[in-house]
DNA sequence: ACGCAAACATGAAAAATTGTAGGTTCGGAT
DNA sequence: ATCCGAACCTACAATTTTTCATGTTTGCGT
């Protein structure tokens, strides 16, 4: 269950707010502040869950999320990967009422959950912001689309080495980073097996091209990532 | 060179007006109209180059489209097929200034081209307008993620599965159709090599699933695809 | 009508990928 | 502290998929 802890972020402080306050009026966004509920998710929690009613959008300060898809099979497959400070489920406020796939929590996470109605009423009441919003919770489908491409014409080093350098270049921003999750999520995103996966970075580890301890992931040679997933 | 002939579509009777007059004044989508030029567009014929500017939103009153990524290599991705009346291009308006695929008439098209600026001045000024734009061109990426599902948890005979079920579906509304694209075009979107498509569709063919001559194809066993596409 | 290029078709070999089976390590629950 | 399950790792067999080689058909331009 996700925490309701004292809240770390102050509303008059957040970025959120910044950016609404660009286009709504602080009266405005003070109603959709009072529907919303700041919450603290641990690693592995669900923030929106698909199939689940899409009621709300969620603002996520601070944290790692992954975009989730499960099939009848209980088989998931990870859309992408993203980091706060970002909105998200806005894909699912446009789509229907229906959340299409799931968010959870790859690290621990500060998120504001808002509720959707009271943002699409001050949406419909402003265009500009209606725009701004779109195109802020829009960011996602870019790096899934990347991921789609990358799928449909890569094999698994390839792909494997995409998914390298999309977490040290969007998500961790470092050559160097722990990962937070495990090589079955990595699989998951690179829609493999998972010895596969291990396989694959046992060779890149090899051949020196990472190096990768326990949890911790180093990128030695970058243009060699960059011509395996040019090749791949 | 789409060929600009005397209009099909009367503007006074175009749905795509119709949609908008719901939300905004009839001199207003006159703006909107006047920045428009209605074109007819040949089989194979480009109507957005990926890569160019993004400047004009498309309205398709009527014909079928492929959205066609392309990489350095030469290589094709078919992200997903839609047929119209349908808005296209939203996507590319919100994302950024550069279109990210193409979108290429699989049959021949009659489509608007509407000028984004003039669009886009409609939509700040409403915010109704806007939600109901953006609904409408986030279509396309409901079956873009779910043929990226396939394609990330199904073998081919499953995504070819997946892929007849769809254009049965949602783009020729029958059980039996032509289908107005090659086996390679098969192959780009489901991304595997045209080979496997064509032992894939012989298969199914001999097995009494499908029944595929020439550009005929019709669905003999719906139940059986179904299936093949579950466990697919 | 002819010729050429693209599309279609098929089989066999090669490569990539998955599944299976073995065992080790790690962390949380009791 | 110990037990148990999950994650990790490796090798090998089984399967899927691609590649290659070859030949036929189709459709379009001249």
Same mark, same amino acid.
């Given at each position: ?65 992954? &975009? *989730? $898809?499960?099939?009848? =099979?209980? #088989?998931? /497959?990870?859309?992408? !990967? ?5 909105? %998200? ?56 689309? &990347? *991921? $789609?491409?990358?799928? =449909?014409? #890569?094999? /698994?080093?390839?792909? !494997? ?5 999309? %977490? ?65």
């Amino acid at each position: 269950m996700p925490n309701s802890r004292h809240s770390r972020y102050d509303c008059n402080e957040c970025t959120f707010r910044t950016l609404s306050c660009r286009h709504i009026a602080p009266e405005e966004f003070e109603l959709i502040r009072r529907t919303s509920q700041q919450l603290l998710f641990k690693k592995g929690e669900t923030i929106l869950k698909q199939g689940a009613k899409a009621s709300n959008l969620v603002y996520l300060h601070k944290g790692i999320v992954k &975009f *989730n $898809f499960e099939n009848e =099979a209980g #088989k998931s /497959v990870i859309l992408t !990967i993203v980091t706060g400070p970002i909105l %998200l489920g806005g894909a699912n406020l446009f789509f229907k009422e229906i959340n299409l796939f799931s968010l959870i929590a790859l690290e621990e996470c500060e998120a504001c959950l808002i509720d959707s109605k009271a943002m699409k009423k001050s949406l419909m009441n402003n265009g500009k912001y209606a725009i701004m919003m779109f195109e802020e919770s829009t960011e996602m489908f870019k790096s899934a689309i &990347f *991921n $789609f491409i990358s799928l =449909a014409h #890569k094999q /698994v080093h390839g792909r !494997i080495a995409d998914i390298i350098l999309y %977490l040290a270049d969007q998500v961790y921003k470092s050559h160097k980073f722990t990962i937070s999750f495990t090589k079955k999520e990595i699989s998951e995103f690179a829609a493999c097996s998972h010895e596969n996966v291990i396989t694959t970075l046992s060779k890149m580890n090899r051949e020196g091209i990472i190096s990768f301890e326990g949890k911790v992931l180093e990128i030695k040679d970058y243009d060699k990532l960059l011509e395996i997933s040019k090749h791949g």
